[in-house]
């Protein structure tokens, strides 16, 4: 059956859901209703019965949603219930960070392939991945079966990278690159502009 067309609004709230309910199983808490999720995520209760509604008729009336569950639907919805090679370009500080983090990661999203333009920076290991050169980008995401890619290259090199990304197959971008990049509607691309967000709570200080 065709997965449903939801908003972009409904998949960025699924992983706040899936990370609270991932909480409440390490603590052993089998159920939990709508109203405590609600409640804890500062969310109405009725938009998180519409969100999963969306998918399938989850919770029980009286009782809730079961915790493991719903965590395994919610996996399932995002498709990371099946492992999800990652490729990042650009080994710089930023690079270096995440794909430390990602080597602690639980999930099955994994950066399985790290490519920089300085060629004293390859052979070198970030986390047990070898830094390689940008010209073994598209027959590396091809064998490996890359689909995701994240760039923290400068401003100046994010669109070029972007496009052999795009050529070689990749079919969604995190950005980090202060800089806005272009791609085909089939692409999607997410711009993680950290500078933005900090001028942004700039204007709640005191």
Excluded: C, W
């Amino acid at each position: 059956m065709k997965a449903p067309k939801i908003s972009e609004a409904v998949v960025r709230r699924l992983p706040i859901y899936l990370r609270y309910l991932s909480n409440l199983q390490q603590m052993q808490v089998r159920t939990v209703s709508s109203q405590q999720m609600g409640k804890t995520l500062d969310i109405n209760p009725a938009q998180i019965r519409k969100d999963l509604s969306t998918f399938g008729d989850f919770g029980k009336k009286g009782i809730g949603y079961d915790v493991d569950y719903l965590i395994d639907k919610i996996r399932h919805i995002l498709k990371i219930d099946q492992q999800i090679n990652v490729a990042l370009v650009g080994a710089g500080n930023l690079g270096q960070a995440i794909s430390n983090y990602n080597a602690y990661l639980k999930d099955n999203m994994r950066i399985v392939a790290i490519f920089d333009a300085d060629p004293a920076k390859h052979g070198n290991e970030i986390a047990g991945t070898v830094i390689q050169p940008i010209d073994e980008i598209e027959e590396t995401i091809k064998t490996r079966q890359i689909r995701l890619a994240i760039i923290t290259v400068p401003a100046g090199a994010a669109q070029l990278v972007a496009d052999q990304l795009i050529d070689a197959g990749i079919e969604a971008i995190l950005n980090f690159a202060p800089v806005s990049i272009k791609t085909s509607k089939n692409v999607k691309i997410d711009h993680a502009d950290v500078t933005s967000s900090l001028q942004s709570l700039a204007y709640y200080l005191n």
